[in-house]
């Protein structure tokens, strides 16, 4: 490398604190995968923005020498909203749990995804709370036992893949913590699409929900069941939400994909037509002389 | 009802005993128009405070709105004055009636002598009413037969603008310029048939008695560049004088108007405005323009306020500049929506978890709306803070008449992210100076990245759970609006420095307390006022000014609680512990009369 060319970003500049999650937690593995992708897309490091709610997984900021936001629960959504509509100059990424993104802040998961908000968010799934240390959660499966069901849960649980595609997610994938090739793939197709993308991510929370994704893991005996895109058409909701009917363990890969119009560039037409009909970008001394002479 | 061609045009009083009646020359005239929402009254009432701002006179207005989709009684009051009109007035001297309805249940505003002017299509009086005149008049038919054809009651507001016009002898060259450029946009016969309907009322022929017995006297203001608005409006080209260009909100009366003015207005600027979800959405998103570098709205109205909580203890602890606006209304939950009340400062001051010390501001008329919008900005800015505005149903729209803002003194330019490189000692949070972000996008010299959290934190913004650190960072949080409140002028007092009563107000009720002072002065009363507009932090001599009164009597809309005092009397009692200060409250959903200020200070003061 030249002394003049700009310095090659690494997973060494990326890395900021060691990060508190328990050892074993399946985050380590998305954080990692991250990293890798980041690497590889080598964005300008001060273009990166990292954004999460409240959650074990939440904390994922604080691990990324990025720009970062650790915001109030269940809100990373419609803040990134606001960063990302208002500076297209960044590459916006938001992380969270299955409380955050499902419970708490399910109505702006609904919002963002029918928007087709220009952002990347990664749901670390772990099927249960743990920074609350094991109640219940919106994605936790019928008959598991927390705190806040003893005798094991009753309500049905959150399909995600179905919850996104129904909302009108743009790009829905699915992926698990222990495969960071697959993570890799699932992260960088969803980073390079643009609009509203979603990788939901099976990350096993040891402590509180120890072997729950081993059905779904090759090392635990379990089968990784990937989705094979010359069998099923990425663009075909239909067959999307047909797939998602087998909510778990069920398939890993791009569920759904669409390319619509961002907000983003929907709101920058508007500003541009606007700015147009003036005449171009006009001093607002001169637009507000305007608007209160018709006020005399 | 219907007329008979030989009989004559006008019903109601009998004025065959009277001789010429005297040519009235008024200072002042209080017009009300009740009828139903959707009767287009509103638009009388603008066109005539549009009239009265480019005639050199004052102007206040006042309506109701029912909170239903459609329909509905509503009131629009219009106070005309030659000279300073400061309140809408107590009672009215004319009212007009278009339903039974508006006739029962305003009749009783009319003052002793006033003048009804009834539709006789819907209204049947009791003309044996001798308190007052009553002129009553086919409304309804003669305008469905100057348009000509079914279009119902439509037009019926533009007949009684010309009616209005006759009678007062207003400037009708002047009103139909206005008229024209409101409808001129729109389709031909929209125009044809507004100015059928408003020369058919202005036409009509209530005989000479009438015609000749009014006269408003010209006005004394001066300057040719008067606006006439409301206080929403105001408000919301204050934001964008103030270098406002991002914001978000959700939807509720009485706050709406603003963010679809902003919506579209905004980008224009280069800016956006987003309908969001929810209002929680709404101030994070307005959160995340903030994180981004650029100054922020969002608003609503006291529910609204109630569910951003939260997220403004986040912005308390994270140091983001937001303006906050709350138009407040009536009561708890869903309450009076469309009711005025001033029950919102505490939870404007104390509302969120935690101690979460940030800026409340309150307009005091239409023009301030715009004054005190462009301040927010200003200091939302300079302190890295949140800055609540206050207004209120009232204010947000009633029409007043204000001198054009001069424009090269006021409008601050929106810079934009301050996204140049960050030195490798940069820290957003020193315990000895300013806050100052590093937005997204800017380059990290010494290659350590900020997390702006809601963590408590260190000066560099790292998460530190240390005893010693929160109180010292929630020292520094409390006196940066302590050097805010160093910049903060006195209030200026109106009357002497010194007497017998000081009257407080803030907010709306600056023009009835100051109509209230005037009117015991004239009789000779000792009597000051003062309104307050920085709430919080409030202004630091305020107590060396109420030494110099006997009675320190605040007047606010909201309830005076379990412990007998309104919301700001309880706030200047706990800072100033002077048992001098007293309060008058109410809560109808009504802005003060002069009256109830008069009655209340006489109740403190023990002299009737």
Known sequence: MSANAPEKLTKKQLSADHPTWCPGCGDFAVLASFFKVLEKLQYPQEKIVTIAGIGCSSRFPYFVNSHGLHFIHGRALALATGVSLSRPDLHVFVFGGDGDGFSIGGNHLEHCARKNINLTYVIMDNYVYGLTKKQTSPTSKLGYKSKTDPTGAIDQPVNPMKKLISAGASFVARSHASQVKHMMAMYERAILHPGFSVVETLSECVVFNGGSFDDSNPRKGGVFETIDEEQHDVTDQHAAFAMAEDQYPGKFGVFYQQERPTKNALEQKWIDDSQARLGGEADPKDLLRKRFAVMK | MTIAADEPPVQGSDHSELSTPPLQDLQNAVIRFAGNSQDGIQTIGGFLARLAGRSAREVMTYMTIPSTISGGPSIFQVHLGSGEVLSAGDDTDFLVAFYQHSYDNHLSSLRDGGICIYDTDFVEPDLSDKRYEFIGLPITSTTIEAIGGSTKSRGKNMFVLGLVTSIFQLDRDKLVGIIERQ?????????????????????????????????????????????????????????????????????????????????????????????????????????????????????????????????????????????????????????????????????????????????????????????????????????????????????????????????????????????????DDFKPYPLDGDTRHAPPGAKMLGGKYPVVTGLEHDEWGHPSANPEMHQKMTNRRRDKLKRLMEEIPTPEVFGDAKGDVLLVGWGSTYGPLREATGLLRDQGKQVSHMQIRHLHPLPKDLGEVFDQFDHVIVAEMNDEGLYGQGQLATLLRGRYANPKIKSITKTDGLTFKIREIVAGVSEHTGNA
Request: proline share 6%; glycine share 10%.
């Open chain 2, 183 to 423: 409808f001129g946009k729109k389709d031909e016969s929209v125009l044809r048939n507004v100015m059928l309907a408003f020369d058919a009322g202005y036409a009509y022929p209530i005989g000479d008695v009438y015609k000749n017995r009014f006269s408003l006297k010209a006005g004394t203001s001066t300057g040719s560049d008067r606006v006439t608005t409301d206080g929403n409006t105001a408000l919301t080209y204050g934001l964008l004088a103030g270098g406002v260009r991002f914001g978000a909100g959700y939807p509720i009366t009485p706050w709406s108007p603003v963010m679809e003015v902003l919506r579209s207005e905004l980008p224009k600027y280069g800016g956006l405005f987003l309908q969001a979800e929810d209002e929680l959405a709404a101030v994070s998103a307005a959160l995340g323009y903030a994180y981004a570098g650029h100054l922020a709205v969002t608003g609503s109205s006291g529910p609204g306020l109630s569910l951003k909580m939260e997220a403004l203890s986040y912005a308390s602890m994270a140091e983001l500049p937001l303006v906050v606006i709350n138009v407040q209304r009536g009561g708890p939950s869903t309450g009076l929506p469309t009711s005025v009340e001033q029950s919102d400062l505490m939870q404007a001051i104390y509302g969120s978890h935690g101690d979460a010390p940030r800026v409340v501001l309150a307009p005091q008329d239409v023009e301030d709306c715009f004054y005190i919008a462009v301040e927010a900005c200003r200091i939302a800015r300079k302190y890295s803070t949140q800055v609540i505005v206050l207004s209120d149903q009232a204010l947000s729209s009633r029409i007043e008449v204000f001198d054009e803002p001069d424009w090269d003194a006021v409008v601050v330019e929106d810079e934009g992210p301050a996204l140049e490189d960050r030195p």
